[in-house]
């Protein structure tokens, strides 16, 4: 069995990378990709503890970006997951990377200030001594829920955070294009993260915004996946065959973010064989 997509505390996960390879090597993982939304610190970090268990562990990225104004469905947030990057990551990718993280504590100082607008007085200090160098809306969140403002976490983004709530404050994000191009130009596949987030009201929607994502050059799809029923992977392994997208799949797994997401089976729908990642493997050599 293999993980995919996983997240740890250099980004919105709580398990630290060296956790994670521990608890990769208990549960018998043959392969582990570290996912960590825009940075690459928990993959850094998780190398010298793969190395030391025997795990095989790939360099992977996930990315947030946009439908730009010129494509359908603009402004739709899209998830682009990069795998197989040069290692280390050249000067160009790390100060992009840089670029995205200041625009991030940029929109946190704004939406905290939006927050004290609206009687939510937390402070950025509180939120960072939860999200470190990677804080984002979850931690925000959490901080809501622990100072009793919310009584949990997915009322803090009904009523505060999500995209359509009073709180929410835009930061500058890369366009679709621009993040398969940065993952391309570091020699890495890129791949769209859990394609059942689109959220297309009709198949004819979601074909062509994928085949205007394989334009752009994406080159696989995320078919296993914690929020993919049977049928969803039955589908999206269609679409791949359909486009010629590689295979990809993964649990998204946060720690106690989200607790039901188990490392490796996500909720118990996940036994992802090794064939995926050699069929990568190959797809990347090919
Ligand atoms: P950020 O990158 O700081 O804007 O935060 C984005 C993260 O917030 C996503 O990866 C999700 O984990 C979480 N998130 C965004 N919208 C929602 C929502 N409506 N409900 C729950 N979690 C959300
Ligand atoms: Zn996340
Ligand atoms: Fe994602
Ligand atoms: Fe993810």
């Given amino acids: 069995m293999i993980d995919l997509h996983t997240h740890t505390t250099a980004s919105d996960g709580t398990f630290k990378p060296s956790q994670l390879v521990s608890a990769a090597g208990e549960i018998g993982l043959e392969a582990l990709a570290i996912t960590d939304h825009d940075n690459f610190l928990g993959y850094d970090e998780a190398t010298l503890a793969a190395g030391e268990n025997g795990l095989d562990l790939v360099c ?33 990718f790390r ?45 925000f969140a959490k901080v809501l829920v622990e100072k009793g403002y919310v009584t949990n976490y997915q009322e803090a983004f009904d009523l505060y955070l999500d995209e359509s709530a009073r709180a929410y404050v835009q930061r500058l994000e890369p366009s679709v294009p621009e993040g398969i191009w940065r993952i391309r130009s570091g020699n890495g596949i890129a791949v769209l993260a859990h394609p059942v987030r689109l959220n297309v009201r009709e198949p004819g ?34 679409l791949a065959e359909k486009y010629g997208l590689a295979v990809t799949g993964g649990s998204d797994f946060h720690g106690d973010l989200k607790p039901r997401v ?9 036994a992802i064989p090794r064939e995926v990642l050699e069929r990568l493997r190959d797809s990347v050599r090919a």
């Fill in 95 to 139: 100060a992009w990377l840089n670029q995205i993280q200041d625009a991030r504590r940029d929109r946190n100082r704004r939406l905290i200030e939006r927050l004290r607008e609206l009687g939510v007085p937390i402070t950025l200090e509180e939120v960072q001594e939860v999200g470190r160098n990677m804080t984002g809306r979850p931690h």
């Fill in 205 to 238: 929607e979601e074909d062509r915004l994928i085949r205007w994502m394989c334009d752009q050059g994406l080159q696989g799809i995320e078919v296993y996946h914690t929020d993919h029923g049977p049928e969803h992977e039955l589908h999206y392994l269609a």
């Fill in 262 to 270: 188990k490392l490796g089976t996500g909720k118990g729908n996940l």
């Fill in 60 to 92: 992977g990225i996930e990315l947030s970006t946009r439908m730009p104004r010129t494509a359908s469905h603009h402004g739709k947030s899209v998830h682009i997951l990069g795998y197989f990057l040069d290692e280390p990551p050249s000067d160009s």
